[in-house]
């Protein structure tokens, strides 16, 4: 089956403790990004990468990391989380080229920092 | 310019009836508008999506309607269900989308009340 999926599903961490959330698709996508979540300000952007080694900041990507080692995994980072990036994320996958492409999103990570 | 603005932020219609999610963009290089459908819990998935060469697009009980001149497109929902009730989500992006750059409006909540 053709899908994205994030683990760990849910995470109540504490603030400054590194965290790594986990994203892997099995369609052989080139292009992966990770989105946030809130509520009222819809999904934004907050890295994406075009290909193995190929990273790019998005819209919001104060206090997080990206490494994109392999073609079908996109880790995202928080090296020292805060309350502020308390949100729901998504990882979400497509193929590049002559589109338009179908993007696929994962099923999301909750995160609480306190 | 880079933003996609979406109205209303949540609806309520009995079944049956119409709903109609607005959005509007300023950027002109936008050439793929895909809207994305999120049920609660999970992430969002692609519903329908049209180019701007054509004035409407429908796909069973959806319906996208655009206008290039106004720089606006809408969903148009007929006979809803009670099903229907999620969070929609209009996006722009330019390249045809092969670049997986989308840009997301910030969501409608549609309730369908039985």
């Known amino acids: 089956e053709a899908q994205v999926t994030q683990n760990p599903r849910y995470l109540i961490t504490v603030t400054g403790k590194k965290l790594t959330v986990t994203c892997s698709q099995n369609?052989?996508?080139?292009?992966m990004s990770w989105y946030r979540q809130d509520p009222g300000l819809g999904l934004r952007q907050i890295y994406y990468?075009?290909?193995?080694?190929?990273?790019d900041k998005g819209d919001v990507p104060e206090g997080y990391k990206v490494s994109r080692k392999e073609k079908r995994n996109f880790p995202l980072i928080l090296e020292s989380p805060s309350p502020n990036q308390t949100s729901l994320y998504f990882c979400?996958?497509?193929?590049?080229?002559?589109?338009?492409?179908?993007?696929?999103f994962g099923p999301g990570t909750r995160l609480t920092v306190t | 310019q880079q933003q996609v603005k979406q109205s209303p932020q949540s609806l309520i219609v009995q079944k049956g009836g119409i709903p109609i999610i607005n959005c509007a963009y300023e950027?002109?290089?936008?050439?793929?508008f895909p809207w994305y459908q999120q049920f609660p819990g999970k992430g969002p998935a692609l519903l329908i999506a049209?180019?701007?060469?054509?004035s409407e697009k429908k796909e069973g009980r959806f319906t996208i309607s655009f206008n290039k001149s106004a720089k606006q497109f809408s969903l148009h929902i007929m006979d809803s269900q009670p099903g229907d009730s999620a969070t929609y989500f209009c996006?722009?992006?330019?390249?045809?989308?092969?670049?997986?750059?989308?840009?997301f409006g910030k969501g409608t909540k549609l309730s369908v009340k039985p």
């Open positions: 979400a996958s497509t193929l590049r080229g002559r589109g338009p492409y179908e993007q696929y």
């Open positions: 369609m052989n996508h080139e292009y």
């Open positions: 990468s075009m290909n193995v080694e190929v990273t």
């Open positions: 950027n002109t290089a936008f050439d793929y």
């Open positions: 049209i180019r701007p060469d054509v």
């Open positions: 996006a722009a992006s330019t390249y045809g989308g092969s670049q997986g750059n989308l840009i």
